[in-house]
């Protein structure tokens, strides 16, 4: 969406800078055991690096120059580990050369053991020290991984072997093949599309619209089926880059276990990732997922995989016999980075046992909370505020009698401005109770919130310092409260055109923003044909004298005239407000 003016500045701002997931950083612990890029694909066969030191013998304590050099790359990753023993734990420690091309990561328990890229900046060479442990092995053998590319690299390239003085000959050796590297779980494609059959009677289905067909563009599916001690897992959505769900102890993004079907040039990876906080996913290096499909068809990402109920050897892999909130989300995927979903994931409305009772459920990309504080501001600033601000604008001289001891006008504009108080503090409060605080990831719309309602709030205290009917405002009296009126609508209005597009409201897009430029159009064409209709009465006084008195009585006489017009353009204006409001609200609640 490009929303035009304003709206469009701010959201720039605040929201386009979107980070993305993947190794460019090289925090590749979770490759510490295999050296292996969690990249989805095979690497390559034959080494085009070499990894070459400036010892052969070493003691415990010593610095060994460890160089890696050879064609362009963008990421390295290099250890140490016992030559009779190369599937083991790395040894030793190292020490940097280069800090701004390269810096130390902690594998298992050995801290500073192994050496990574710092960005996806080209390079020919990198440089480290090892430092030989007083543990050390009598024989040790130097390993790395090179990235030429996200979809080119070499594992575990063979470097050389060093020993320590008067160790026997080298007898084992771990050679390194193409038949012991770490291999992905065989994929097979899918030769049709998934079925709802059997949702609700004997698998549990998730399905966004509500009902929908699997094999529809616009159908995001997700299945369940238990067979024994394990689960098949259907999932499917229209995207170009990666469909994903997650199993959440809450509503919130964080502590997760997230599984996620990647397309890479039509050809689906599947990974599972943990997630912590609003932090990109970083993808598992093995997974346990077995019986992989895929299928890239008619705009549909499908992928389909078995998992044990319990896989207790894979940290971040939550049981699937028990409760959790399911979300379902899509988003773009570009050389194996994972970008930010498009909007708003789908939410169950509840937690489920997936293994218990099959069910067929839907679920919400907009919090209900977050649904009531949209439509209450919506009601409050297309009704009251707008109808007050007009009424206490351009109706005294129209409804000039008393009603309970005041004006009609103003009590009218009165109960209308009290409503939007009330309406403004209920819906501010929404947001705090379904968050449980502050959100840092809303961009300007909650500060502008908060200006909000301390106008809503400033209103009734400055009608407290409102002077009687015909009096003078004082030098020091606070501004009219017509002016504050309008002041309050200005900043509501930036605020809900930020507020509109903020993905947990799940708006259509761009239709709101131009709805709401519309209903914008409108109020100020209302407030104009008003000012010219009492401009034109003004103008039809003839000032007798001089005196003051007297103009002021043939001003109100003169716009006391035309009352039928100015009700008539005030209920055509209350039935505008009315369908926009309408519109609004079918459109959040999706009736």
């Known amino acids: 969406m490009e929303p035009p003016g304003l709206a469009f500045t701010l959201w720039i701002f605040a929201f386009l800078s979107v980070p993305a997931a993947g190794y460019p950083n090289g925090k590749v612990r979770e490759a510490c055991s295999s050296m292996m890029p969690s990249h989805g694909h095979s690497p390559q066969p034959s080494p085009e690096h070499t990894i070459w030191v400036n010892e052969t013998e070493f003691r415990p304590g010593d610095h060994i120059k460890v160089n890696l050099s050879g064609p362009v790359f963008e990421g390295f990753f290099i250890q140490a580990r016992n030559a009779e023993n190369l599937a083991g734990p790395a040894v030793g420690s190292f020490m940097l050369a280069e800090e701004r091309i390269s810096q130390l990561l902690t594998c298992g328990l050995v801290e500073n053991s192994a050496v990574s890229h710092t960005s996806k900046s080209k390079k020919k060479h990198v440089e480290a020290y090892w430092i030989a442990p007083t543990d050390a092995p009598e ?64 698998k549990f289905c998730i399905r966004n619209p509500p009902k929908c067909d699997p094999g529809a563009a616009y159908c995001f ?78 705009g549909l990402v499908q992928c389909s995989f078995r998992r044990n109920l319990r ?114 503090s209920i819906a501010f409060a929404l947001p705090f109770i379904y ?40 030098m020091c009296s606070p501004p009219p409260p017509t002016s504050l009126n309008y002041d309050f609508v200005l900043t509501t209005v930036v605020t809900m055109f930020l507020g509109m597009d903020l993905p ?25 044909l008003l000012e010219i209709h009492s401009y034109c009465l003004i103008r039809k006084v003839e000032v007798i004298d001089d005196d003051r008195i007297q103009i002021l009585q043939s001003l109100t006489s003169a716009e006391a005239e035309g009352h039928t017009f100015k009700e008539i353009v005030l209920t055509i204006y209350i039935c505008g407000n009315t369908a926009f409001l309408i519109t609004f609200l079918a459109a959040i609640h999706q009736l």
């Open 311 to 424: 896989l207790p050897a894979y940290k971040g892999r939550f049981n699937l016999d028990a409760n959790y909130y399911i979300f379902l989300a899509d988003g773009e995927a570009s050389e194996g980075l994972i970008h930010k979903h498009h909007h708003q994931p789908l939410i169950t409305n509840g937690m489920y046992n997936v293994t218990d009772s099959p069910k067929d459920v839907g679920g919400s990309r907009s919090p209900l909370l977050l649904k009531l504080h949209a439509s209450l501001m919506f009601v409050a600033w297309m009704t009251t505020v707008s109808i007050g601000v007009i009424v206490a604008r351009f109706f005294k001289p129209v409804w000039p009698h008393s009603l309970f001891g005041k004006e009609i006008w103003f009590q009218v504009h009165r109960m209308l401005m009290l409503t939007t108080v009330l309406l403004t």
């Open 221 to 298: 599916f997700l299945s369940f089926k238990q067979n024994n001690h394990s689960v098949l897992i259907e999932m499917s959505g229209p995207s170009e880059g990666y469909i994903a769900f997650a199993l959440s102890h809450d509503q919130w993004m964080g502590g997760d276990d997230a599984y996620l079907c990647i397309n890479e040039d039509h050809r689906i990876n599947v990974h599972t990732a943990y997630l912590t906080g609003r932090t990109p996913p970083v993808l598992d290096s093995e997974n346990g997922l077995e019986d992989i499909s895929w299928r890239v068809a008619d």
């Open 504 to 528: 947990a409201l799940n708006l259509p897009d761009p239709w709101d923003t131009y709805t709401m430029i519309g209903f914008v159009a409108w109020h100020v064409s209302i407030d104009i």
């Open 139 to 202: 024989h040790v053998q130097f390993l790395a991984t090179v990235v030429e590319k996200y979809k080119i690299f070499w594992v575990k390239i063979p470097g050389p072997v060093i020993s320590q003085p008067n160790a026997p000959p080298l007898t084992t050796s771990t050679s390194i093949t193409p038949e012991n590297l770490p291999t992905s779980q065989p994929v097979y494609h899918l030769t049709k599309s998934f079925n709802a059959s059997g949702c609700g009677s004997t």
């Open 435 to 474: 968050r449980g605080g502050w959100s840092e990831c809303a961009g300007f719309h909650p500060y502008l919130g908060c200006t909000v309602m301390a106008l809503a709030i400033f209103q009734p205290l400055m009608a407290g310092f409102r002077p009687p009917p015909h009096g003078q405002y004082l």
